[in-house]
């Protein structure tokens, strides 16, 4: 199994990013899919995530109504559009994979993970 992130970069506050999770080894359709980050000296904590049975997706607040994850089963890809990114939403972004039958926030219940992706949100 392998996560592949990318499209982190440096922005403007205000701005876009959009970030891609691509997956081998698995398929999407049949697990949980989810965004953490982790900023320089904090903890790694949640973003967002999307279900693999609803397809329901689940925001951290301080993300809710900027970011939005959603999936692409056919290129078995997992995205998180970022939009009004702010400084503190500067950090090392993670896609991760878990098997649980519910979403969890907890990073210990994912069971894969992809290398971080930066972004950088300049004031």
């Known amino acids: 199994v392998q996560l592949q992130a990318y499209g982190g970069g440096l922005v403007q506050a205000g701005g876009s990013l959009r970030l891609s999770c691509a ?47 959603s999936r692409d089963s056919a290129k078995n890809t997992v995205y998180l559009q970022m939009n009004s990114l702010k400084p503190e939403d500067t950090a090392d972004y993670y896609c991760a994979a878990s098997f649980r039958g519910l979403v969890t926030r907890d990073p210990s219940d994912y069971n894969f993970w992809g290398q971080g992706t930066q972004v950088t949100v300049s004031s």
């Open 23 to 69: 997956a081998s080894g698995l398929t999407l359709s049949n697990i949980n899919m989810g965004w953490f980050r982790q900023a320089p000296g904090k903890e790694r904590e949640f973003v967002a995530a999307v279900g693999w049975n609803d397809g329901r997706t689940h925001y951290a607040d301080s993300v809710k109504g900027r970011f939005t994850i």
